[in-house]
Structure formats: structure tokens, C-alpha cells
């Protein structure tokens, strides 16, 4: 069987300025193109999975194999998954790989009451405030009172502070400070992994409009943190017909993940 082997996004450790370099040293339409190419990569890397899935198994099925990549993308050690579709007939087995904890350095606009100096983990998931929260330049009640999000507000959880309820807010490109977890909720409780874009912020993807603005008017400061990536390989089969894969799938929040790194093969058909 022939595969066709594809690499997006992070391979390096640690990617110093990734954001924020990029828009700096090069003009504005190679940024918008190297943006527009990348996005077409993880898109066409999605559509080759689909397409296998749908060859496949029935829609039903299809689900069942979504949720169980899921699960095992979450579990604790690496194990096997299996399945079998009663209308066509197929089957799948699903393996997953230890995880992988990958550090990256960027740059961002702040403000200048921020402290970034945290152990934080990358997260990239719209939420809303549930009451009307202060925004602390600290993750505790001692951090000192930046603003306040009033209640419906949504803002992007840039990363949550390591064994804390403490979330980094951005908002319009730019840090705002700290708010606490129990008081707001994600807008995103879960997806499968076909429906969830890169991380920006540390993936290859460059910076949004509204980042580069805020760039261009605000202190940049180094962030630091990490976030989990893990291999999954997967086997369809049916009567006449088999194929396999590799991804890497790499974590945002429970049950959120995305495609970064896939090998599969150019035809789901074709083996």
C-alpha cells in the first residue's frame, strides 16, 4: 500500500517570535498568501480523512469512529479501539501514542499590567463570562483589578495557568489579564477532531487582522508555554478494500483536538 506522506504545523520544540515575526519582516499580501496556503494544507488534510470515512462507514458509524478518536486521544495510555459497522460492514481498529508536551516562545501584545511569567497551557477556545468578572493582572485575588468583563461577554482563552482555575483573556489581539474559570464557561464543549481548527498561536497559521493592528499599538511580550500533541494511527477495512493512516493530533481542551500532522494516503479508495 502507498502512502503519501504530509507534515503541517509544529515539529520544533521551542519556535521563538512565531506570531509576531512573521507579520513584521514580511509585507502584508506574502503574509495573506502563506496564511491562505496553509489553511488550504489542514483543510485538504481534513478532506482526505472524510473522504476515507465516508468510503467506508455509514454516518452513524462514522460518528462512533469520531468520538472513539476522541476518547483515545484522552486516555491516559495508549490502548486500541475498535469498531465494526453493521451496515457496510467495515471495520476499524484506532491506536493512539503516548503524549507529547511541546514548549513554544511567541510574542504578543499585552497589557503593560500583565504578568506573563506563568506555567501556562495553550488553549484557544472562545468563552463567555457567566456573571460580571474582574480581569487581574495576576492569577489570584491579590493580582490587581485591570477591568471587568461584563456578564454574556465573550473573550478567547489564550491558555489556562497549570493546576489553577485561572484563565489568560485576550480580546481584539491583545492580552487583558487573568479571569477566574468558575465563572465562565466555554463556548466550545466538544468537537470532533474533522471540525476544529489549528491553534494560531502555535501552529504554523499566521496572525489574524486584528493581531497585526494590535501589534502595530501595543508592548509586545514573550509568552511561554506548552501544549500536548500525541500520534494516532487507524485501519479501515471491509471485504475488498483497506487503508490506514497517521495523524498527530494535538490538544487544546478536553475533547477539543485538531489535526497537525497527518500521513494518509491521496485516495481513501485506493490502497
Not at 502584508?28 to 482526505?48: D, F, G, I, K, P
Not at 503516548?98 to 506563568?118: F, L
Not at 477566574?180 to 491553534?199: E, F, G, W
Request: hydrophobic share 35%; aromatic share 6%.
Amino acid at each position: 500500500m502507498k502512502k503519501a506522506t504530509k507534515r503541517i504545523g509544529l515539529m520544533g520544540v521551542v519556535l521563538s517570535g512565531l506570531v509576531l515575526s512573521g507579520c513584521q519582516t514580511m509585507p502584508q499580501a506574502q503574509v495573506e498568501r502563506e496564511a491562505e496556503t496553509l489553511q488550504e494544507t489542514h483543510a485538504h488534510s481534513v478532506t482526505v480523512l472524510s473522504d476515507q470515512l465516508d468510503f467506508y462507514l455509514s454516518q452513524r458509524s462514522r460518528d462512533v469512529f469520531l468520538e472513539q478518536m476522541l476518547d483515545a486521544l484522552e486516555s491516559e495510555k495508549g490502548s486500541e479501539w475498535q469498531g465494526r459497522d453493521p451496515r457496510t460492514y467495515a471495520k476499524w481498529i484506532i491506536r493512539v501514542q503516548p503524549q507529547e508536551w511541546r514548549t513554544v516562545e511567541v510574542k504578543h501584545p499585552s497589557a503593560e499590567a500583565v504578568n506573563i511569567q506563568h506555567d501556562l497551557q495553550f488553549v484557544d477556545i472562545p468563552y463567555h463570562s457567566n456573571a460580571n468578572l474582574n480581569i487581574r493582572s495576576e492569577p489570584g485575588l491579590k493580582g490587581d483589578i485591570l477591568g471587568v468583563l461584563q456578564k454574556g461577554e465573550v473573550f478567547h482563552a489564550m491558555a489556562r495557568v497549570t493546576d489553577t482555575p485561572w484563565l489568560l483573556v485576550e480580546q481584539r489581539g491583545m492580552i487583558k489579564g487573568y479571569v477566574h474559570s468558575d465563572y465562565a464557561q466555554s463556548n466550545v464543549i466538544s468537537r470532533d477532531i474533522l471540525s476544529t481548527q489549528p491553534n494560531s498561536l502555535v501552529s504554523s497559521l499566521l496572525p489574524s487582522k486584528a493581531l497585526i493592528e494590535a501589534a502595530s499599538t501595543l508592548p509586545e511580550k514573550d509568552v511561554d508555554g506548552v501544549f500536548t500533541c500525541r500520534y494516532l494511527d487507524y485501519q479501515l477495512r471491509n471485504d475488498n478494500d483497506d487503508t490506514s493512516g497517521t495523524l498527530k493530533a494535538c490538544r487544546k481542551q478536553h475533547k477539543v483536538w485538531y489535526i497537525d500532522t497527518p500521513t494518509v494516503p491521496d485516495d481513501p479508495s485506493r490502497t
